[in-house]
């Protein structure tokens, strides 16, 4: 069954179980490998990506159920890394190995636009979900605070 | 069969996303700046070679290749900067690639060593790599020299421009007649009084491939008519695969076939292939949604009885037992029995996982001459002779392609995990290339697993408080008795502590278990650093010491350990006096030439719950080269022992471990992870020593003594989080 999908603006055609994780579709089927693979059980966030602007773990995301929705990956997210998260997570220096990266980031881009001046209690809220082996958490917060910041400025 | 539409699309799309990629690309206006590309074992060099490490192009362009792996440890900085600093080029013209590993290996080792571990890279390797740049500085001289007929003394080299009196020149234009010079004699190294560039704060390199997906990881290889398989191998270590049900998934969608994979009989090193069965598809999802759905038979014999209960009292067992005597006093053992006021505890920890975010994956192509292989390991020499040995071919027709690393821990090295092996077989088998990925639950179970451990230490207090005598006895659990990373952990911190006590025996037992062991970040400081650093904390508290000064007293006449605990004091207000449910703690350990301190600050509710408001960590390296990097490493290394030491704890049941994703074996996330702040109290001159790890360890004691000083309560094993923490 061949289901339409909207991703980065750009339209695709996929036949495919209905119930594959739109994960594995963006991986395997389209290409689109910044987005990761954790866990498979929605518990590690390293495979977030935007489903009409909702910050959305695809790898319990059935590609059936964002059919006629707007999937935005981290590769769509600004077409020159010029995103204000992708600007303070190199200004702090946020990643390190990286590869939970992508999900920290969208997650933290969906946050921000709920609430551009987000609270200590909102940032540990909304990135709750999203693992950093590598214990960058710190500069997680602090990349978006100034994000944040920048988006004001 | 095998190629359905969906792969055939699925390349067409790939080629288009990946151009596409890399047209968004991205120049990121980062000030005065060096860069890597997003696969930089690609990036071609128009350049002339002036060594192995570093090409010239002819607008100035420096690539540097650096040998070692990027886990987000620094590595690739680390190198390009040793070397920039050494050949004296403008950091804004330095572009860093992965150096080739078959070259390495074909040209008799010629970067030395690609291993990427043990916090060695700055702290072992800066000799050799300051060498490769300073041996080019001296050629592009001496080319120099030689061309305008003046002795090489009288030729300056800075920021890439050759200058002797009038006469001017870029390294470009020297840089061939540089290739072929030869040189009486090498020249040293530089000190750190006369670094230019060592020792600033400088942005690492990968950063900014890292914000946009753009990075590529051995798991996102993707290769035309590439196959993807997804393994289950015995989930108690060494049973034995009896059979599968091949019909009973073979009409799923996409399925290419199902294989049976061999342990080699008789041994069970490293990376060594267990008893499997890999399910081939077109789609990982595919293949991974039949795998679960294949009927598979074992034969688990023994080793299925065994469960973390049965160790622990193993454990206890032979705690009581005299083991082999590494460290012998008898008269330490004499003076505890003799004494009055005698402290003993046994501490004990469990197996942990290294739980790389990047799931365990390789991808191989076995070709008619020529095999190619993507491997997230920390030495990919050592993934060609895996491959090499499994496919029956030459080294030098093996290609390794080095990726960014999603983690590393000590996990992936010496090639890895059996992955590699499995991909190669398979590969060699169905004559095409073919991506195993674990999943995470696999890649929990068929980890090599940082060794469940456990220690009595007993010591005798004298007049003053202070010890008089301490006998300590260590249980390491390793596979086939500790010829895995046995003998020298298990030692490793308790035997080799630094309080000058006058009497010291250290007793070891390394006991065989089925569970396959490998390093993990710290080596044995890890788990060790834990026990001792709380045990002298109750040895202080007994003799009456503030913990904090009793290691200084203790410490006397090591200037380093001095220097490091003093500006812990100053810098953390380690305090002794907090009101109840709140407290600090302090713990220091030395481990890869550094010697790490830090300083816990909790509170902890009536009802026992925990909040880790702040860790400061003072380190002495010797020598930072990127503060920022070094900074990083501290903040990390410190989240990540806490991790395990709050959250871990790997349960093993009928010989098999049960807790293998994340909501069983949970990780520290970001609402419990405490502020780190990170300080330096250097020696300098003849010290060198890592910074990837030794952050870790002093962490978890630190944390525990802060718990006692709040609550009262003395934690002798992890996790801390199977512990009733409640005070009245
Ligand atoms: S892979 Fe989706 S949450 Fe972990
Ligand atoms: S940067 Fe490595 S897991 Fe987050």
Redo the contacts with the bound molecule.
């Keep these: 069954m061949a289901i339409n999908l909207s991703i980065n603006g750009v339209s695709h055609s996929v036949d495919i179980e209905p119930e594959t994780p739109l994960l594995w579709v963006l991986r395997d089927a389209i290409g689109l490998t910044g987005t990761k693979y954790g866990c498979g059980i929605s518990r590690c966030g390293a495979c977030t990506v935007h489903v009409d602007g909702q910050a959305t773990k695809s790898c319990q995301t059935a590609v059936s159920a964002v059919a006629g929705k707007k999937v935005t990956t981290i590769e769509g997210l600004s077409q020159d890394s010029s995103h204000p998260v992708q600007q303070a997570w190199r200004e702090v220096g946020v ?7 992508s999900g ?1 980031i969208m997650s933290a881009a969906a946050l921000l636009q709920k609430s551009p001046k987000p609270t200590d209690r909102q940032i540990d809220e909304a990135m709750a979900g999203n693992i ?3 214990g ?1 958490y710190q500069r997680i917060k602090a990349g978006i605070r100034r994000a944040s910041q920048i988006s004001g400025a | 069969m095998t190629d359905v539409n969906l792969s055939r699309r699925a390349l067409i799309q790939t080629s288009v996303g990946a151009a596409g990629g890399l047209l968004l690309g991205f120049h990121v206006p980062q000030a005065h700046a060096a860069k890597t590309e997003s696969r930089p074992w690609t990036t071609p060099t128009k350049g002339v070679e002036v060594n192995a490490w570093l090409a010239i192009d002819p607008d100035g362009t420096v690539t540097i290749r650096v040998p070692h792996t990027e886990m ?1 440890q620094g590595g690739m900085t680390s190198v390009a900067l040793m070397i920039a600093e050494e050949l004296d080029v403008e950091w804004s013209k330095v572009q860093a690639v992965f150096a080739d590993a078959n070259r390495h290996l074909r040209n008799n080792k010629e970067y030395v060593t690609m291993f990427t571990a043990g916090s060695q890279l700055v702290w072992r390797q800066h000799p050799h790599i300051m060498q490769a740049g300073a041996s080019a500085r001296e050629r592009l001289k001496e080319a120099a020299a030689q061309a305008w007929g003046v002795p090489r003394a009288q030729v300056a080299a800075k920021q890439g421009v050759l200058t002797s009196g009038a006469r001017r020149a870029t390294y470009a234009e020297f840089a061939s007649a540089a290739a072929a010079v030869k040189l009486a004699e090498e020249p040293a190294i530089k000190q750190a009084k006369d670094w230019w560039l060592l020792g600033k704060d400088v942005l690492r390199l990968d950063i900014p491939h890292k914000v946009n997906g753009s990075a590529q990881y051995a798991v996102d290889t993707r290769l035309p008519g590439m196959v993807y398989a997804a393994v289950k191998a015995s989930p108690v270590p060494w049973g034995k695969l009896k059979s599968f049900n091949f019909e009973a998934i073979k009409n799923r969608p996409g399925i290419v076939g199902a294989f049976e994979l061999r342990a080699v009989p008789g041994k069970r090193g490293q990376p060594d292939m267990q008893d499997a069965v890999a399910v081939v598809a077109d789609s990982w999802f595919r293949a991974k949604t039949a795998l679960d759905l294949l009927p598979v038979e074992w034969d688990f014999g023994e080793s299925a009885k065994v469960d973390n209960a049965a160790l622990s009292a193993h454990a206890k067992k032979m705690l009581g037992e005299t083991g082999l005597m590494t460290k012998e006093e008898p008269k330490a053992l004499e003076a505890i029995a003799a004494s009055k006021k005698v402290v003993t505890a046994e501490y004990e920890r469990p197996f942990e996982a290294h739980l790389r ?1 990047e799931p365990i994956n390789a991808t191989v192509h076995v070709q008619d001459g020529r095999v190619d292989v993507w491997s997230p390991t920390q030495d990919q020499s050592v993934a060609i002779q895996l491959v090499a040995n499994q496919v029956g071919v030459p080294e030098k027709d093996v290609f390794g392609h080095t990726m960014f690393l ?2 590393g821990f000590g996990g992936n090295g010496a090639g890895g995990t059996a992955v590699t092996r499995q991909a190669a077989e398979l590969s060699k088998r169905l004559k095409r290339p073919v991506k195993v990925l674990w999943s995470r639950e696999e890649d929990v179970a068929q980890d090599k697993q940082r060794p469940m451990s456990a220690a009595r230490l007993s010591a005798s207090l004298g007049a003053n408080g202070l010890p008089e005598a301490i006998s300590t006895r260590a249980v390491w659990f390793s596979l086939d008795k500790a010829n895995q990373w046995g003998p020298a952990t298990a030692d490793y911190g308790i035997a080799t502590m630094p309080y000058i006590i006058p009497l010291r025996h250290h007793e070891r037992h390394n006991l065989d278990t089925h569970v396959p062991s490998s390093t993990h970040r710290a080596p044995g400081a890890n788990q060790t650093g834990f026990m001792i650093e709380s045990f002298v904390d109750e040895l202080a508290l007994a003799g009456g010491w503030n913990p904090l000064d009793w290691r200084i007293e203790m410490t006397k006449g090591k200037d380093d350990w001095q220097r490091v605990l003093k500006t812990l004091k100053e810098k953390s207000g380690y305090r002794t006096d907090l009101k109840k449910g709140e407290g600090m703690g302090v713990a220091a350990v030395e481990c890869h030439g550094t010697i790490a301190a830090a300083c816990a600050t909790v509170t902890v509710s009536r009802r026992g719950q925990l909040t880790v408001e702040k860790i400061v960590v003072v380190a002495d390296c010797g020598h930072v080269i990127n503060p920022r990097g070094a900074v990083e490493q501290i903040e990390g290394a410190a989240i990540y022992e806490l991790s395990h030491a709050w959250h871990g704890g790997l349960d093993m049941r009928g010989g098999r471990f049960v807790n293998t994703n994340f909501d069983s074996y949970n990780l520290l996330r970001i609402d419990q992870a405490p502020e780190v702040e990170a300080h330096f109290a250097l020696t300098g001159g003849k010290k060198w020593g890592g910074m990837g790890e030794p952050a870790g360890p002093p962490v978890p004691p630190a944390v525990a003594n802060a718990i006692f000083a709040a609550t009262g309560k003395r934690i002798r094993s992890t996790p801390f989080r199977l512990h009733d923490l409640s005070w009245a």
């Design positions: 990643p390190q190995c990286g590869y939970c990266q920290q950093c082996r590598c960058t | 987000g975010m999603g983690g």
